[in-house]
């Protein structure tokens, strides 16, 4: 009967299954945890049977990249009937109308920020992993989302030297923004008083007086509104679209 069992859950694994799997553990436990045979356990198969499906541990963490992306895309899909008539007049002030392409880049922000907050573990392969890889050779879900931010830009008629401007600092703003986490001033979740939760009385007042009395409102700031409102101070620094023209709202 195990023998059976074995082979109906090796029958059912798939690469979804496995990368799925495989984001399920990180994000419980962190990367650390991630190995071959541990996700093989995790399955409930022996380690041999996932390798029919990523062949190696780099390759499984290129695929955690590739599922953070779909989770990306997916949502911005998913999203898109409602974004278009929700964020049109979003933006800095009162009513103020922003520009369709730039309410797509806010809604792109918002959705990138939304799974990275689900998979922060796997947010620092994210800016990592890719550098590595040729395009080319990059997942789909990657050059899907960044497809869909270079069409974007051209529909709104920025010519190419300008469209590649503004996507490397949408791209450089939005990952930087989230990479600060403030989970990382955080020295021990389970204490009550901020100063010791902080690890603040660590720091010689005479030595760190700026980091003693920022730190707490680093901890609380709201990364999201963060993201968005940087975002926008980014672009109004930027040259306006040629158009104001976007069609579609979904990645790819």
Known sequence: MAEQDGSEKRRRL?????????????????????????????????SMAIYR???????????????????????????????????????????AALPAWRAELRRIARAFAVVAHVHPEILPLVATRPLAVPVARRPGSVLEL???????????????????????AFVAWSLGSLLVDKRQVVDNPEEPDPMLR?????LPAADYPRLRALVPRFADYDDERELLAGLDSLLNGLPEAPLDSFYGGSAG
């Open 14 to 46: 798939s690469r979804p299954l496995v990368l799925a799997a495989a984001v399920t553990l990180v994000d419980r436990e962190g990367l650390a945890a991630l190995t071959m045979r541990r996700l093989a356990a995790d399955l409930g198969v022996e």
């Open 53 to 95: 499906y990523t062949p190696g541990k780099e390759a499984l963490l290129d695929g955690l990249v590739e599922s953070f992306f779909a989770e990306v895309n997916d949502r911005l899909r998913t999203a898109a009937d409602t974004a278009r008539s929700s964020t049109a007049h979003a933006g800095p002030g009162p009513g």
């Open 198 to 202: 902080l690890g603040l009385h660590r």
């Open 146 to 168: 960044t497809e869909h931010i270079l069409a974007v830009l051209g529909r709104a008629g920025f010519d190419d030297t300008a469209a590649l401007r503004v996507y490397r």
